[in-house]
């Protein structure tokens, strides 16, 4: 997928001295920033809905509730209510 950042100059200016001290693209710096960052798509057991909450959600390939006849994501407290279990879970 492509996409548009911007970037402060100076951050810019680094990360190209970076990618030619590495001898990487300046693309391939930033997705390997970002993959040491952010955590792996999943982390945890997969999250299991309950009956009800299957006719309304479904969870898509990176492991989020997204509404079945809108694929958009769940609402706020719905998220919530995951962070809490994986809290409560120790994940």
């Known amino acids: ?8 100059d100076a951050l810019f200016h680094q990360a190209k001295v970076v990618s030619a001290q590495r ?6 710096l930033v997705i390997d920033g970002l993959e040491k960052i952010m955590p792996s798509p999943h982390p945890h057991e997969p999250i ?11 969870i898509d ?9 809108r694929k958009v994501p769940a609402r706020d407290e719905f998220l ?11 994940a």
């Not at 997928?1 to 402060?8: A, S, V, W």
């Not at 919530?80 to 120790?90: A, K, N, T, V, Y």
């Open 61 to 69: 390939e990176f492991g989020v509730p997204v509404l079945k006849n």
């Open 1 to 8: 997928m492509k996409t548009t950042i911007e970037l402060p």
């Open 80 to 90: 919530s209510q995951i962070d809490q279990l994986r809290e409560e879970l120790g």
């Open 23 to 28: 001898q990487i693209t300046l693309k391939q």
């Open 48 to 58: 299991q809905l309950s009956p009800e909450e299957a006719k309304i959600y479904l």
